[in-house]
T-cell receptor, first 114, second 116 residues
């Protein structure tokens, strides 16, 4: 499976933007970039995904580098509820070893200060 | 709407006993996944079902672990002869279909298993 690298932890202040980086230098052309987050004492929840173009949804934005070797999850205005572990995950096509399952790394622990 | 539900929410058992953990996926979701999360190992994949068949069982840690799914809906994860290292939160997820790139997995709240 292609690997991702994320910082262990990041901190932000409430109502400020947060940029969570992810490196995936061995990404293949058909790998999608997914982000999930896990709030304390809850199961993970989907945040966003993309392939090549930048993506926006109600939760966040995903900025993907032109060479696709890195991406950044952007929370436009952090709230205390956004404090969680954020996971960057690559998911490939049918037949690949990453098909179906999610392979979680250590993720980034985001702390949001009031 | 109803999300993924799991039962029990907490289970305490004695070493050597068998346990069954249940997952009710979102209605209509054909793919179902089991993961576990422990302090030492992070979040790890166990098995997934497409319908009632399990194309990928690669994450089951030993033959003490088994899972089944009936009627394309409810799934049961069974751990026989539990050991202390089986203590973890067992998470279930479902998606409308198993795919590589674009499906979204919806997770349940988990079952916290403690083996004394």
């Amino acid at each position: 499976d292609a690997k991702t690298t994320q910082p262990n932890s990041m901190e932000s202040n409430e109502e400020e933007p947060v940029h969570l980086p992810c490196n995936h230098s061995t990404i293949s052309g058909t790998d999608y970039i997914h982000w999930y987050r896990q709030l304390p004492s809850q199961g993970p929840e989907y945040v966003i995904h993309g392939l090549t173009s930048n993506v926006n949804n109600r939760m966040a934005s995903l900025a993907i580098a032109e060479d696709r070797k890195s991406s950044t999850l952007i929370l436009h205005r952090a709230t205390l509820r956004d404090a969680a572990v954020y996971y960057c995950i690559l998911r490939g096509d049918a037949g690949g070893t990453s098909y179906g399952k999610l392979t979680f790394g250590q993720g980034t622990i985001l702390t949001v200060h009031p | 709407g109803a999300g993924v539900s799991q039962s029990p929410s907490n289970k305490v058992t004695e070493k050597g006993k068998d346990v069954e953990l249940r997952c009710d996926p979102i209605s209509g979701h054909t793919a179902l996944y089991w993961y576990r999360q422990s302090l030492g190992q992070g979040l790890e994949f166990l098995i997934y079902f497409q319908g009632n068949s399990a194309p990928d069982k690669s994450g089951l840690p030993s033959d003490r672990f088994s899972a089944e799914r009936t009627g394309g809906s409810v799934s049961t994860l069974t751990i026989q002869r539990t050991q202390q290292e089986d203590s973890a939160v067992y998470l279930c997820a479902s998606s409308s279909r198993a795919s590589g790139g674009t499906d979204t997995q919806y997770f349940g709240p988990g079952t916290r298993l403690t083996v004394l």
